[in-house]
């Protein structure tokens, strides 16, 4: 079955850097486009990046324009986010995600907390 697991969370002061990953399982992973979502305490959950299934294109919410890098590495079924400049606006959980046949597969998510 799809199965997406995220990892590379954690806490991290403002103005540094994390590296999420999503390895995927249960599909052809290079055939479909993924995205990054993320939901902050009290906020409905909120796209952050996509990507599509060959990486030659990608697009980002305007909040994390310039500071993230969203990125795939089909050989290895994997995802990643590399999020650099983080502000405590950036806490929340993170999510991955993808779309087959007009059903949404979800990870479980992984915290990034940004404070000092």
């Known amino acids: 079955q799809v199965q997406l697991v995220e990892s590379g969370g954690g806490l991290v002061q403002p103005g540094g850097s994390l590296r999420l990953s999503c390895a995927a399982s249960?599909?052809?992973?290079?055939?479909?486009?993924m995205s990054w979502y993320r939901q902050a305490p009290g906020k409905e959950r909120e796209l952050v990046a996509v990507i599509t299934r060959t990486g030659g294109n990608t697009n980002y919410a305007d909040s994390v324009k310039g500071r993230f890098t969203i990125s795939r590495d089909n050989a290895k079924n994997t995802m990643y986010l590399q999020m650099n400049s983080l502000k405590p606006e950036d806490t929340a959980v993170y999510y991955c995600?993808?779309?087959?046949?007009?059903?949404?597969?979800w990870g479980q998510g992984t915290q990034v907390t940004v404070s000092s």
């Open positions: 249960g599909f052809t992973f290079s055939t479909y486009g």
């Open positions: 995600k993808t779309r087959i046949w007009a059903n949404d597969y």
